[in-house]
Antibody, heavy 124, light 110 residues
Framework: EVQLVQSGAVVKKPGESLKISCKGSGYSFATYWIGWVRQMPGKGLEWMGIIYPDDSDTRYSPSFQGQVTISVDKSISTAYLQWSSVKASDTAMYYC?????????????????WGQGTMVTVSS | QSALTQPRSVSGSPGQSVTISCTGTSSDVGGYNYVSWYQQHPGKAPKLMIYDVSKRPSGVPDRFSGSKSGNTASLTISGLQAEDESDYYCCSYAGNYTCVFGGGTKLTVL
């Protein structure tokens, strides 16, 4: 079964660093782009960025460039989303998702497999 | 990049058809045939319903169909069923290796 399993919910204080994970299984992890999507409480979906595990090629939405870092460790089929210093406005559900059509251009293909989401709460 | 424009809400009775629009610009929806649609039930992860404007993934009922005209893409759900009540989001390739989502539409089945 193709699936993405994300790390659990986390609570952080403003200014702390954070790294959440997304582990793929059941397919050739290295050859499909993995993207991250933010959903703030009660709000819509926002496309954050995407990474190609085989060579770590990474693309960001202009809205998130410089705000987060997307990385990957293909040896353990895991992608990451990290913050160096979280803010209250980072409170949201974060989803990872696989872009269908392995090897296609970043951003063109739809997300066909989604993780269960990681809830990040930032509060003092 | 600005979010694509979707109606906040639409509604229909069981058995009827509803259409959800997704309006962008010539830099996203109008410029590429890479529009996808997602269904999201409360507390759940999104599910892919339509990709490449009008293609359905395996397992998605043929009651769901997609189309595009100019800068506006549309998702049509025919033969509405109670389980179709959900939030729906469009996403379009916007160049520079990125995709942009719409604001989302809440579908109510009356």
């Amino acid at each position: 079964e193709v699936q993405l399993v994300q790390s659990g919910a986390v609570v952080k204080k403003p200014g702390e660093s954070l790294k959440i994970s997304c582990k793929g299984s059941g397919y050739s992890f290295a050859t499909y782009w993995i993207g991250w999507v933010r959903q703030m409480p009660g709000k819509g979906l926002e496309w954050m960025g995407i990474i190609y595990p085989d060579d770590s090629d990474t693309r960001y939405s202009p809205s998130f460039q410089g705000q987060v870092t997307i990385s990957v460790d293909k040896s353990i089929s895991t992608a990451y989303l990290q913050w160096s210093s979280v803010k209250a406005s980072d409170t949201a559900m974060y989803y990872c998702a696989r872009q269908k059509g392995g090897g296609a251009v970043a951003g063109i293909d739809a997300f066909d497999v989604w993780g269960q989401g990681t809830m990040v709460t930032v509060s003092s | 990049q600005s979010a694509l424009t979707q109606p906040r809400s639409v509604s229909g009775s069981p058995g009827q058809s509803v259409t959800i629009s997704c309006t962008g610009t010539s830099s996203d929806v109008g410029g590429y045939n890479y529009v996808s649609w997602y269904q999201q039930h409360p507390g759940k992860a999104p599910k892919l319903m339509i990709y490449d404007v009008s293609k359905r993934p395996s397992g998605v009922p043929d009651r769901f169909s997609g189309s595009k005209s100019g800068n506006t893409a549309s998702l049509t759900i025919s033969g509405l069923q109670a389980e179709d009540e959900s939030d729906y989001y469009c996403c379009s390739y916007a160049g520079n290796y990125t995709c942009v989502f719409g604001g989302g539409t809440k579908l109510t089945v009356l």
